[in-house]
């Protein structure tokens, strides 16, 4: 006979969509299954009803809950697929009663031994997933008064549809927030690896350089190109380092801001950055404009300064020999924006964004021409981010690419009320 569509009257229609709506906004899997069983009894006026869910992994079938106390080492014990009623209903995807349990051979009574409960009639049904594949079994469990009705049957069959998404739909939440929490330990693991390189690290080189420097002054010109070039390459070394010392005003997530008020500008006059010695060496020109007025921002200055040296040290590492690097400040609306461009490589129009992931680098890691760790523009972000400022990159149209921060200014400037 082909099943008849499901038929709810008003009251029940109107419960089963708060109910829908209570366990789609439900993620804890015991409070989820305690509410559908007092759901599942209340509708169907029964006098207890059970969940029993089938394990994923191992594919048995276990009690998971029930109005009445189950013991703990019941819940433990799978009931057996093959040899037991739920096990029947679950096999065979459809809904199934059984009038009186004690003449069906199926029927496991150790449970109601157990807990002083008697059984007389099941009206069991499949709970599924989205693709209607049984993952568990509804029961309720002795009709309080007269006997269970097609309404009950239908009722108990929306309920357990509704459950079985619900129950996998917070299987897998709590999947993924498992997922999230594993990612997250590892992520710490690794910014505790970089901070405690970078330390590490620093000690050794800091001797290297001293005693270079001090073997470069002193050596005749026979040695000075071989100095020249251990000397370089503990230079290289120590920005890296200092990408990696940089990554702990991240790596914890809560780093604590020095307010104060900076301008910018200030801050750039101090950095000198015209006789930085690779720009120099590149024979770049920089140049820097400057507002005539102060444009003071309530901010960090050793975050600032970090940001700020990273943009420009990018733009003089990408930026070929002879190129023009310009670094301005002024001032948009309730903001100031610093913009670094360069005439350099520039950024591929998809990359625009991504530049600024942890790690990320345009270049390929096996064929790179440029040094660096691809950290700095991520730690800029998020020190801009701090200040509740933005930044983000162009590309110019000639050539090259073009770098803001926008900070919000301090409401001296913008004539706001403290
Ligand atoms: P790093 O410079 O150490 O590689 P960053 O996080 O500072 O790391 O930059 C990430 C990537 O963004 C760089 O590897 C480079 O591919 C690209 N990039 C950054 N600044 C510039 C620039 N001024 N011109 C061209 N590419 C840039």
């Given at each position: 006979m082909p099943a008849r569509p499901t038929k709810l009257d008003a009251v029940r229609l109107a419960r089963m969509v708060e109910v829908g709506r209570i366990l789609n906004s439900t993620t804890d899997p015991d409070a989820l299954l305690t509410f559908i069983?007092?759901?599942?009894?209340?509708?169907?006026?029964?006098?207890?009803?059970?969940?029993?869910?089938?394990?994923?992994?191992?594919?048995?079938?276990?009690?998971?809950?029930?109005?009445?106390d189950v013991p703990p080492e019941m819940k433990s014990t799978p009931v057996p697929l093959d040899s037991s009623i739920a096990g029947a209903i679950l096999k065979s995807n459809q809904p199934l009663y059984i009038p009186n349990v004690a003449a069906d051979p199926r029927w496991n009574q150790e449970v109601d031994e157990a807990i002083e409960f008697q059984t007389r009639e099941i009206l069991g049904v499949p709970m599924r997933n989205v693709d209607k594949e049984p993952i568990g079994v509804l029961e309720a469990i002795n009709k309080l008064e007269g006997s269970f009705s097609r309404q009950d049957a239908e009722t108990l069959a929306v309920l357990a549809d509704l459950a079985g998404v619900a129950v996998e739909k917070a299987?897998?939440?709590?999947?993924?927030?498992?997922?999230?929490?594993?990612?997250?330990?590892?992520d710490q693991i690794k910014s505790d690896f970089i901070s405690i390189a970078s330390h590490e690290l620093r000690t050794p080189l800091s001797v290297i350089l001293g005693y270079v420097s001090f073997l470069r002054e002193e050596?005749?010109?026979?040695?000075?190109?071989q100095l020249d070039s251990v000397l370089d390459a503990a230079?290289?070394?120590?920005?890296?380092?200092?990408?990696?010392?940089?990554?702990?005003?991240?790596?914890?997530?809560?780093?604590?801001?020095?307010?104060?008020?900076?301008?910018?500008?200030?801050?750039?006059r101090e950095m000198n950055v015209d006789q930085d010695e690779t720009a120099v060496a590149k024979r770049q020109t920089i140049t820097i404009n400057l507002p005539p007025f102060r444009l003071p921002v309530e901010a960090d200055r050793d975050m600032m300064q970090v940001v700020m040296d990273n943009l420009i040290s990018n733009a003089i590492k990408f930026t070929p020999q002879n190129g023009r690097i310009d670094i301005s400040i002024t001032r948009h609306g309730l903001e100031c924006w610093l913009t670094v461009s360069d005439t350099g490589i520039g950024i591929p129009e998809d990359k625009l964004d991504r530049i600024f992931r942890r790690f990320y680098q345009v270049?390929?890691?096996?064929?790179?021409?440029?040094?660096?760790?691809?950290?700095?523009?991520?730690?800029?972000?998020?020190l801009v981010e701090l200040h509740d400022g933005?930044?983000?990159?162009?590309n110019l149209d000639g050539q090259g690419c073009c770098f803001t921060i926008a900070l919000p200014l301090h409401r001296k400037v913008t004539g706001l009320p403290g």
């Open positions: 069983i007092k759901e599942a009894a209340a509708m169907t006026n029964t006098e207890a009803a059970s969940i029993l869910l089938l394990d994923p992994n191992t594919r048995q079938l276990f009690i998971k809950a029930s109005s009445n299987r897998l939440f709590n999947e993924l927030q498992q997922a999230n929490t594993e990612l997250n330990e590892l050596a005749g010109p026979e040695m000075a190109d230079m290289h070394l120590r920005n890296l380092i200092q990408d990696m010392l940089n990554f702990r005003y991240v790596a914890t997530g809560e780093s604590v801001l020095n307010l104060e008020m900076v301008d910018l500008a200030q801050l750039i270049e390929h890691a096996l064929d790179r021409q440029y040094e660096g760790m691809g950290l700095g523009l991520s730690i800029a972000r998020e933005r930044i983000w990159a162009e």
